[in-house]
């Protein structure tokens, strides 16, 4: 998972929904009111305890060297996972392969990388070297022995971002080429909290660090850095050095990339304070000024110079495909997926002596363990459309194999029904609600509340949209090719312990082990919520997949269109 917590929008049909709700409620005893407890509910579990638990002890064991794409701790978590799949049954996903190979490149930056910022006029004669680490996280994404910048004009270019459906571009009559963009991580209105500013505290995909150097390599710009606080990229430095600092994956590409910046990277906020101030411009004034409209990017007249040496190794990692056929629309799909991969062994900058094992336990042997669970209770159910069971790679070097399988799907696009994502199910125990990362998208929405009122929960948009979740979990690359995805995540009212002491777990993940060594599974965990969420996904995918509707966004929503074109499609 890119980042912990929840985010976006969802609306319609609830045709042959309240048959399947009576289905499911047959099972249980009457479901409480929304919003309570449902302590006397008779709950029915489909998805199995113990083999989840048994699922997520064994890929987050230190026998799976915390399962980096590349590695031998791979080479464990693919044949465990497709000899799951075969346990149950299933038939293989990619023609007569449980495995979709995904191509990637490796770029291993050499630590002794460094930025020095030079001065000019009323700055002339100083400098300021930024060491790779502490100050400055730098790559390239250029398949290529070295890249460097010399003597690269700085411009501040706000948040770097070109939104003509907001009005709103921040290279406005500037000339990149040879310069170097200094960016601002999140939207314009987030600093300001103005509702009219894109979507206000609202994260949209222009406020994500991925879609700045994307941008910024479109202007031509021959450095991109982006300047890192805590508030706006909702993650602390710490996170940028685990998850940038060491080797990148990358996806394959034909030019090796040659299109990106030669440089791109982060520095800390102090630093970007200091880098401002020796142009004789103020931070925290110009974040302001950033997040107005008619801002205008700002030739800073001071010098950037640096490079990177790189390792480049290149391989091929693999998504994991299981097929459980429709017995009426075989033609027609639904999709559960979760990532299999972590972070792999300890990292520059890892903290450290002791554990120097990523065992990514929550993030995300949770969610293959759950869509595990969820294909071995659907198995016998003889479904009408085909499940098809995705387990994708690199998620954590940027939604790699999802974005492949966006671009090669093993089946239509446009004869997916729906997509359901599971990226860590934080055992948190059992809750009152349930949140929907992008609250207000599509019309899954509407009969998850269905379901999720039969265990006497309510559902709940996300608390921090800010942080885009929505964008940061695979899922993302399907709603892309117009896909009606859902993403939930645990709620945020725990049944024993309510809000409170639901924040301070959040806090302590957060802090002690997401992308950390500390993200361990423990059999003390209280999984009882976990298995009501995989319980919620279960009924949707069961009713998706005897289902003849096709889900639809929201209208407003920016995947509506695409969705409206496949089902042309689908029609021809």
């Avoid at 994404?141 to 709103?168: D, I, M, N, T």
């Avoid at 500390?518 to 997949?545: H, R």
Wanted: contains cysteine; hydrophobic residues 40%; glycine residues 12%.
């Amino acid at each position: 998972m890119r980042q912990y917590l929840r985010y976006f929008p969802i609306a319609s049909a609830l045709a042959g929904l309240l048959g399947a709700a009576c289905v499911f409620a047959a099972g249980q005893a009457a479901a409480a009111p929304p919003g309570t407890a449902p302590a006397t509910a008779a709950r029915v579990f489909h998805v199995a305890e113990a083999d989840y638990r048994r699922h997520i002890e064994t890929l987050a064991s230190d026998a799976f060297e915390g399962r980096k794409p590349g590695s031998a701790g791979e080479a464990r978590a693919l044949d465990y996972i497709e000899g799951e799949f075969r346990r149950l049954g299933l038939k293989p996903g990619n023609g007569d392969s449980y495995r979709q190979p995904v191509p990637l490149v490796e770029i291993t930056a050499a630590t002794d990388a460094k930025l020095t910022i030079s001065g000019a006029g009323a700055s002339a004669g100083q400098s300021l070297e930024l060491a790779y680490g502490p100050d400055v996280l730098l790559w390239t994404k250029r398949v290529q022995p070295q890249s460097s910048l010399a003597s690269s004009e700085l411009v501040f270019v706000g948040h770097g971002v070109v939104a003509p459906e907001y009005g709103w571009n921040d290279y406005a009559g500037v000339d990149m080429k040879g310069k170097t963009a200094l960016i601002l991580i999140n939207d314009p209105g987030f600093a300001t909290e103005d509702a009219t500013l894109f979507k206000g505290r609202s994260l949209t995909y222009y406020g994500r660090w991925t879609y700045k150097f994307e941008e910024a390599a479109r202007q031509g710009a021959a450095g991109a850095i982006i300047i890192h606080d805590t508030a706006g990229a909702a993650y602390g430095w710490d996170v940028v050095q685990t998850s940038l600092g060491g080797p990148q994956l990358d996806a394959a590409s034909p030019d090796g990339n040659a299109g990106r910046a030669a440089l791109e990277g982060w520095m800390t906020g102090d630093n970007g304070t200091k880098v401002l101030a020796m142009a004789g411009q103020d931070l925290a004034k110009l974040r302001i000024q950033a997040s107005q409209r008619g801002f205008k990017p700002l030739p800073l007249g001071i010098t950037a110079t640096g490079g990177v040496r790189n390792l480049i190794r290149r391989a091929n990692s693999a998504n994991v495909a299981a097929l459980l056929p429709g017995t009426k629309r075989p033609g027609e799909y639904v999709i559960f997926m979760a990532h299999w991969d972590h972070l792999g062994k300890a990292m520059a900058f890892a903290g450290g002596g002791g554990d120097t094992i990523f065992n990514g336990a929550v993030d995300n042997a949770t969610g293959v363990a759950g869509i595990l669970g969820i294909a071995a209770a659907l198995k016998d159910t003889k479904p009408e459309r085909s499940v098809l069971f995705l387990a994708v790679t690199g998620e954590e070097s940027g939604l790699l194999g999802s974005y492949y399988y966006g671009n090669n799907p093993l089946v239509p696009h446009a004869r997916t029904a729906a997509a359901f994502n599971i990226d860590a199910l934080h055992p948190l125990g059992r809750t009152r609600d349930v949140t929907v990362v992008g609250y207000g998208a599509s019309s899954l929405e509407d009969e998850l509340r269905v379901f999720a009122t039969q265990q006497g929960r309510v559902l709940r948009p996300d608390p921090v949209p800010e942080r885009g979740y929505f964008f940061r979990s695979d899922h993302f690359n399907l709603a892309k090719h117009g896909v009606p995805a859902l993403y939930i995540k645990e709620g945020a009212d725990m049944v024993d312990g309510g809000v409170e002491r639901a924040e301070a777990i959040d806090r302590d993940f957060t802090a002690t082990k997401y992308h950390k060594p500390g993200d361990e599974y423990s059999p003390t965990w209280d999984v009882a919520g976990s298995m009501e969420d995989l319980e919620l996904l279960y009924q949707m995918g069961l009713q998706q997949a005897n289902s003849s509707a096709w889900p639809q966004w929201y209208e407003g929503s920016e995947f509506r269109a695409i969705r409206e074109r496949s089902a042309a499609e689908r029609l021809r």
